[in-house]
T-cell receptor, first 115, second 110 residues
Framework: EPEVTQTPSHQVTQMGQEVILRCVPI?????FYWYRQILGQKVEFLVS????????KSEIFDDQFSVERPDGSNFTLKIRSTKLEDSAMYFC?????????????FGPGTRLTVL | GIQVEQSPPDLILQEGANSTLRCNFS?????LQWFHQNPWGQLINLFY???GTKQNGRLSATTVATERYSLLYISSSQTTDSGVYFC????????????FGAGTTVTVRA
């Protein structure tokens, strides 16, 4: 069964460093998302991406964040200068949707630890 | 934005017991999904259920869209059912971001 994959599973970085989190969505999906979950809290929407551009972003998604689909398979989230409060689990999700069914499929997550 | 309330926040069960988790939402929705977050933090899709009833093994779910709630039933619980259960919704046809509830933490004891 096709699935969303994410790498790395765990990333440790120093405050101020840049990190790139990688996702490979399900191959025929058209809509891509990043969510994050700070430890012990609910999952929060960060950004959605369709047709090679951002379709929606939350107030969390400030200028430190960017997303890219550099080729036909990868979808990346870049944090330019990490802060301690960026420590969280980051989930990538994708969705097909040419019809009624709007189910999102989530990857296993990348746990980001900023020291 | 849409509000998603889950209850109870915590649930402790003896192995073999049945339970019901509830998700209330504040507006009409086009999508509702239930997830199980396992001890490794992974979000496992359980159900895509904007309306109606579905069953998958010992789990079943019912969404009554007109009354803005969904229920997740766990029957004959096992220790592997432990974890956090999240309900997530999106509201409008052109608003696809999922809004998550705070989750129900389920602990099943042997």
């Amino acid at each position: 069964e096709p699935e969303v994959t994410q790498t790395p599973s765990h990333q440790v970085t120093q405050m101020g460093q840049e990190v790139i989190l990688r996702c490979v969505p399900i191959s025929n999906h058209l809509y891509f998302y990043w969510y994050r979950q700070i430890l012990g809290q609910k999952v929060e929407f960060l950004v959605s991406f369709y047709n090679n551009e951002i379709s929606e972003k939350s107030e969390i998604f400030d200028d430190q964040f960017s997303v890219e689909r550099p080729d036909g398979s990868n979808f990346t989230l870049k944090i330019r200068s990490t802060k301690l409060e960026d420590s969280a689990m980051y989930f990538c999700a994708s969705r097909f949707d040419r019809g009624v069914r709007n189910e999102q499929f989530f990857g296993p997550g990348t746990r980001l630890t900023v020291l | 934005g849409i509000q998603v309330e889950q209850s109870p926040p915590d649930l402790i069960l003896q192995e073999g017991a049945n339970s019901t988790l509830r998700c209330n939402f504040s507006d009409s929705v086009n999508n509702l999904q239930w997830f199980h977050q396992n001890p490794w933090g992974q979000l496992i899709n359980l159900f895509y259920i904007p309306s109606g009833t579905k069953q998958n093994g010992r789990l079943s779910a019912t969404t009554v869209a007109t009354e803005r709630y969904s229920l997740l039933y766990i029957s004959s619980s096992q220790t592997t059912d432990s974890g956090v259960y999240f309900c997530a919704v999106h509201r409008r046809i052109n608003d696809y971001k999922l809004s998550f509830g705070a989750g129900t933490t389920v602990t099943v004891r042997a």
